[in-house]
């Protein structure tokens, strides 16, 4: 396996928007049919999606069998908008796919995201339920969404600790994985979440791939700008040239280069 290319790549979205939604000033929000537009463009280039599960198997042990052009699909904050229109991407696609909840926010409005222009509703239970009877992976998000690094170990645990409890009780199954608020973590939190998990996400803040990529695995934040083909050509760029390859299709680069 090349060393200076990781095997997979996790992407990581979170709302989803009816299909032909004018494209959001959001970040966190992508019409259903830009999503059906990036899956079809990664599939119809020889791209194949596997779970979370297999995805750390393969990041974390680097086994030889791990080829490139495999992804893992996460979603964050389980949106309302996720509940409804993740079903219409095909069963392979939903099998696939987890979602980390944020505990305390079910059936909630996401009011304490202050960055976010779009204000929109967090999944009620039923539609949970829905999502995991069709196969869904779901897993734990915070039982709000603070940043983790603000908190003694003693906190985090108690947090971990309320958050696992609300999973068994409610959804009938022990969370394996953390996803870090913002993707922020560090001694402590990474410390307290070996406790309790059997591996956490970040975003932007983590490793690609190796043995301590368990407990701070990166993933790549999806802008909804991306065209299907721009996706996969971003995946096929190094690790390090992701985010400026992305900066550079934003609407608000090409703009500033046209001036």
Do not use: C
């Amino acid at each position: 396996m090349d060393e200076a290319q990781p095997p997979l790549t996790v992407l990581l979205y979170h709302n989803i928007l009816p299909a032909s939604s004018p494209q959001p000033n959001d970040k966190g929000s992508i019409s259903l049919d830009r999503l059906a537009e990036h899956i079809g463009s990664l599939t119809e280039n020889g791209f194949e999606i596997v779970s979370l599960e297999t995805a750390f198997a393969l990041l974390t042990t680097k086994e030889p069998a791990a080829l490139s052009n495999r992804y893992a699909l996460t979603f964050d904050d389980a949106m309302a908008g996720v509940g409804r229109f993740l079903p219409e991407l095909g069963l392979d696609i939903v099998k696939a796919s987890t979602v980390f909840v944020i505990t305390s926010y079910v059936g909630q409005r996401n009011w304490w995201n202050t960055r976010t222009p779009l204000l929109a509703s967090h999944m009620a239970l039923p539609a949970l339920f829905n999502l995991q009877a069709q196969g869904v992976d779901l897993q734990f998000h915070g039982t709000d969404h603070h940043n983790l690094t603000k908190f003694s170990a003693k906190e985090l645990g108690e947090r971990f600790a309320a958050g696992i409890a609300w999973f068994e009780e409610t959804m009938d199954k022990r969370p394996q994985y953390l996803a870090y608020p913002y993707g922020a973590y560090n001694k402590v939190v990474e410390a307290t979440a070996r406790r309790y998990f059997d591996g956490a996400l970040s975003v932007n803040h983590g490793l690609w791939w190796g043995s301590e990529a368990r407990w701070g695995l990166n993933r790549i934040s999806v802008p909804n700008y991306l065209r299907g083909q721009e996706l996969v050509e971003i995946l096929r760029t190094p690790p390090a040239e992701r985010w400026l390859e992305m900066e550079k299709r934003a609407p608000w680069w090409q703009s500033k280069s046209g001036e």
